[in-house]
């Protein structure tokens, strides 16, 4: 009786950080696959590839109206579509999602059309511009891919560690639970929700900083930039230390609630 116990506690830890770790890399190869592999096979769809070849030297010195050539109908389009998909795939919380899915979709398009010139002009040299523009589809996959995994994750939170549930099952009798049962959580309150206006603005900095280089107007904008990251970065982290917070407590709970059926 007294070695069972302490089997789950041992091994949860251990495992769930893994496995939400693997997942996340899994949603950042696949969104970089996809969003990279969709903009080269446009390209060539449209472009041949000897056409492409010369992409380098007709963009260079003019990096600017590239960028916003490009920038700006992929930043319109993931508006709209984020949008669209948020208010007919949302649910009660339509105006939410079509508000969070919107700013993804310009955070989407700030990255991927706004890097993909200077990507081209930058690595020009060694690597055909397909390839080049590219990448930055690629990282702007990334990106979004791993939103797409915090927003699965409130949505669908993780379930609670099983395996001790299963033994007070199993030792304590049937008992009446006092516990609120805890609402549906609100798309309104991820707290990445909180973070992605900030998110696009240190966007749209950081991309000017790469079109812009080596201007002193690149120098500010990639100081904001870094300066919204670190913003950004410590709402994140206290967000996260308040679910922590609220996680322990619930567990607290359960073992308060337990503690007088083991007692007897």
Known sequence: MSASPPEPEA???????????LAAVRWALAG?????????LALLV????????????????????AALLLGTPSVITGLVMGV??????????????????????????????????????????????????SLAWALAGVIAALIGYEWSRWTHPPAEPTDEDESEARAAP???EWI???????LRDWPLFRVLP?????????VGAAVLAPSDAALALAAVGVLGLAVALVMQVQE?????????LRKLERRFRGAPEEDA
């Not at 091994?11 to 770790?21: D, F, L, Q």
């Not at 948020?86 to 700030?110: C, H, K, N, S, Y």
Request: aromatic share 8%; net charge positive; charged share 20%.
């Open 180 to 186: 609120l049962h805890q609402e549906p959580r609100k």
């Open 32 to 40: 970089a696959v996809c969003a990279g592999g969709f903009w080269a």
């Open 198 to 206: 900030v998110l696009v603005v240190t966007a749209f900095m950081l």
């Open 11 to 21: 091994n949860v830890p251990a495992k769930r950080p893994r496995r939400g770790r």
């Open 84 to 133: 669209y998909v948020g208010l007919f795939r949302g649910g009660d919380e339509r105006g939410t999602a079509a508000i969070a899915l919107g700013m993804i979709g310009v955070l989407t398009g700030v990255i991927g059309g706004g890097l993909s010139a200077p990507a081209v002009v930058a690595l020009g040299e060694w690597l055909h511009p397909v390839v080049a523009s």
């Open 240 to 248: 996260y230390r308040l679910r922590h917070l609220e996680a322990r």
């Open 174 to 176: 049937p008992r009446v």
């Open 46 to 65: 449209f472009f041949s590839w000897a056409e492409l070849a010369t992409a380098h030297h007709d963009i260079k010195g003019h990096t600017l109206g």
